[in-house]
Each structure stands twice: as structure tokens, then as C-alpha cells.
Nanobody
């Protein structure tokens, strides 16, 4: 079955960086678009970045353009979200997501806390 496991979150100071990872299994990883979402306090879950099967990526939040970059390693069935210049408002739970056979799959999420 499809499984997604995020890791790499934690506590970081404003201006710091984190690299989130998503380990995927149960489907042909290289053929699917991977997405990163986040849920910040008081807000709906929102799409942060998409990483296409080809390796290209797209960011969706004005606040993180240029700061967040999605990537993947199809040889390792891994997706990544590099986050730089982190701000307190980036605090939240970050999820990876994939749509397989018309069904959305989610990982358990990884907590990112940006605070001094």
C-alpha cells in the first residue's frame, strides 16, 4: 500500500533552514507528482510546492517564493522540501502528498517550529 513518511522537522531560529524529507513506498514513485502542503495555526491546509515526475518544481505561496524549493530523488523514492530564511509564520505541520489511482495519500506530517 502507499506509504509516505515525512521527517526533518524541528525547532529552528528565524532566518534558519530546514530540509524536509518524504520517504515514499507502495507505488511507482518516479511516475508521480509529489506535493508538499502545510497547515499553520488557524489556517487551512495549503499547497506549498509541487515536484513533478521530471524533477521540476513549482512553488505556490507568495510568501515563500525563492525561499522554498521542492526536489526529488527517483532512485531513492524520496521527495524533499528545502526551506531557507524561515520565518515564525512558517511554523506548522508539513505534509507530503501524492495522488495515486484517484486517491489522495498523506504522510503523518512533520512539525516545523520557527522561534527564537
Amino acid at each position: 500500500q502507499v506509504q509516505l513518511v515525512e521527517s526533518g522537522g524541528g525547532l529552528v531560529q528565524p532566518g534558519g533552514s530546514l530540509r524536509l524529507s518524504c520517504a515514499a513506498s507502495g507505488f511507482t514513485f518516479g511516475g508521480y507528482t509529489m506535493n508538499w502542503y502545510r497547515q499553520t495555526p488557524g489556517k487551512e491546509r495549503e499547497l506549498v510546492a509541487t515536484v513533478f515526475a521530471s524533477g521540476g518544481s513549482r512553488n505556490y505561496l507568495d510568501s515563500e517564493k525563492g525561499r522554498f524549493t521542492g526536489s526529488r530523488d527517483n532512485t531513492k523514492n524520496m521527495a524533499y522540501l528545502q526551506m531557507n530564511s524561515l520565518k515564525p509564520e512558517d511554523t506548522g505541520v508539513y505534509y507530503c502528498n501524492v495522488l495515486v489511482a484517484k486517491r489522495n495519500y498523506w504522510g503523518q506530517g512533520t512539525q516545523v517550529t520557527v522561534s527564537s
